[in-house]
């Protein structure tokens, strides 16, 4: 158990809904880190958040949105939901600073769409 | 923009046996650091072994080391005495050593056990 929480575990819905995914992160970790996994895109990173304010973007979709709140929990919010857009949604933790660098993974939310 | 190679898509090997399984990747900066992390059929992804850019001895976490060669911007992992329990997919990550955290993935590498 990573101490990284990530709810649902599954999630089923329909072209054109919206979906909130959330994580709760490590015990004082302070930073968190969403990542797309597809079969046609490998494990990808979206966005990391840092007490509450992003800190870097990489292929999240406009449909997409992401916050971190003042308890560290994140949500990511994905809308006008596409085939394609079926993946496992991992979020991830770390302590920002020092040299670890190392990011503890949650379970994951298998996201379909139908 | 970084990029990490994992060339073989499938690996095998004898229970008990040791295995290596392969990473290149592409950066322009000095300052990284390289992680090796496992993804078993449950795909809960868990973290290896890591090593820091600047330090010149290999990473070894029990049946786990790295060898791991700047220069020729390779990272590749060995396993040794290998487990049924090691049979998972395996990936090759790499993170600047910046203020940027986010981790790059090569795109795995498939290790079966055979008993």
């Known amino acids: 158990d990573s101490g990284v929480t990530q709810t649902p575990k599954h999630l089923i819905t329909a072209t054109g809904q919206r979906v909130t995914l959330r994580c709760s992160p490590r015990?004082?970790?302070?930073?968190v880190y969403w990542y797309q996994q597809s079969l046609d895109q490998g494990l990808q990173f979206l966005i990391q958040?840092?007490?509450?304010?992003?800190?870097a973007k990489g292929n999240i979709l406009e449909r997409f949105s992401a916050q971190q709140f003042p308890d560290l929990h994140s949500e990511l919010n994905l809308s006008s939901l596409e085939l394609g857009d079926s993946a496992l949604y991992f979020c991830?933790?770390?302590?920002?600073?020092?040299?670890?660098?190392?990011?503890?993974f949650g379970p994951g939310t298998r996201l379909t769409v139908t | 923009a970084q990029t990490v190679t994992q060339s073989q898509p499938e690996m095998s090997v004898q229970e008990a046996e040791t295995v290596t399984l392969s990473c290149t990747y592409d950066?322009?900066?000095?300052?990284?650091?390289l992680f090796w992390y496992k993804q078993p059929p449950s795909r809960q992804m868990i973290l290896v072994i890591r090593q820091e850019a600047y330090k010149q001895q290999n990473a070894t976490e029990n049946r786990f080391s790295v060898n791991f060669q700047k220069a020729a911007k390779s990272f590749s992992l060995k396993i040794s005495d290998s487990q049924l329990g090691d049979a998972a997919m395996y990936f090759c990550a790499y993170a600047n050593g910046g203020s940027n955290y986010k981790l790059t993935f090569g795109k795995g590498t498939l290790l079966t056990v055979n008993p």
């Open positions: 015990s004082g970790d302070l930073s």
């Open positions: 950066t322009s900066e000095s300052d990284y650091y």
């Open positions: 991830a933790s770390s302590v920002v600073g020092g040299p670890l660098r190392e990011q503890y």
């Open positions: 958040y840092y007490n509450g304010e992003e800190r």
